[in-house]
């Protein structure tokens, strides 16, 4: 991972064979982030997207294998029980250039991977909510 960094920004450049969240992950307790957005392009392979089902409260995924462009990432970092915890949502284009998205679980660097990451002041943690069944924010 190569960053480059100018004041609370983070632009960081992930090498083949690196995986975007254990990289994020890592980073934030190397550099002891409180919290952080962030957004990503690049490309991958060994993708794994999931959809939430809030009244199962249940996660379905799907893997995907091959070569993918990394259309568009958003996501955050915040705080579960001591740990960093990333929460994204992607686009990926599929070799026929057709769309898939979803929550992104992880993702495995096959060109590279490009992390623009906005570091936050203040520390967010987040909570269980038995409602959704969610690890949510709390002011």
């Known amino acids: ?16 064979g690196e995986y975007v969240i254990k990289s994020l992950e890592k980073l934030a307790i190397r550099e002891k982030l409180k919290s952080a957005s962030f957004t990503a392009i690049g490309a991958l392979d060994q993708v794994e997207l999931a959809h939430y089902n809030v009244a199962k409260k249940k996660y379905s995924s799907k893997k995907f294998n091959s070569e993918m462009e990394l259309v568009n990432m958003t996501g955050n970092i915040s705080w579960y029980d001591g740990k960093p915890l990333v929460h994204a949502h992607a686009s990926l284009s599929n070799p026929d ?11 495995r660097v096959s060109g590279t991977c490009e992390i623009s990451l906005n570091v936050l002041g203040n520390r967010i943690e987040k909570q269980y909510d038995p409602e959704t069944g969610l690890k949510l924010m709390v002011p």
């Open 1 to 16: 991972m190569i960053i480059l960094k100018d004041k609370n920004t983070y632009i960081l450049r992930l090498k083949r």
């Open 97 to 107: 250039m057709s769309v898939v998205g979803g929550h992104f679980v992880e993702g």
